[in-house]
């Protein structure tokens, strides 16, 4: 067992740190990586992707990626492409200032294209995911045409088509008014507050 893993880990690039390593190699059913901002946990997350299709052979469309951020999503797709590309040509063009989003889509498309495994991986931010599971899942509960209620009018990142036009204040608004219009309800809630 020992050997195997001493096997393992040096196929794992050099750069990362024991505990990275350690991370990468895990095999059993968690592992918790903490660290600070900027100590490499995304790397270790990549490595670990990377890690378990090519010495695992996990097919890729097995590997679920969840963000908070529709930003760190992205960066993890491109740092994925720039590493299948095997230098920095990808990551200094993807993250040129003079790049439009426009543009920065359709070169993250084609790169995409020529590498397949990459879109085969699931890498999605935890409301896409969760708002995917529910549009495709949710049908005999749900009527789809359910909305996404959020604290702001914009919607979380990436999510403005599918938020609902009203935040959570401005619903419980409305619906307290409506309420408030049958007497025996409006005495019962006054109950309820005072006691």
């Known amino acids: ?18 505990q990275q390593a350690k991370a990468v190699i895990h095999e059993g059913r968690r592992v918790l990586v903490l660290a600070g901002a900027g100590a490499g946990k995304t790397r270790t997350l990549l490595e670990k992707i990377i890690f378990l299709i090519q010495e695992k052979q996990v097919k890729p469309r097995e590997i679920l990626a969840i963000t908070f951020t529709k930003n760190a999503a992205t960066e993890m797709i491109d740092r994925l492409i720039g590493a299948a590309e095997d230098r920095f040509d990808y990551l200094q063009k993807i993250n040129e200032k003079d790049l439009s989003d426009t543009g920065k889509r359709k070169l993250r498309k084609d790169m995409l294209s020529r590498h397949k495994w990459i879109g085969r991986l699931t890498v999605r931010t935890f409301h896409s995911l969760c708002y995917s599971i529910m549009k495709t899942y949710g049908v005999k509960v749900f009527d789809n045409r359910f909305r996404i209620l959020t604290d702001s009018s914009n919607g979380p990142e990436g999510m403005t088509r599918i938020s609902a036009p009203e935040n959570q204040y401005e619903i419980m608004h ?15 809630f006054k109950r309820y507050i005072i006691d």
């Open 174 to 188: 409305k619906i307290l008014i409506k309420y408030c219009e049958d007497r025996d309800w409006l005495l019962r």
């Open 1 to 18: 067992m020992a050997k195997a893993r001493k096997q393992n880990q040096s196929k794992l690039p050099a750069s990362l740190s024991n």
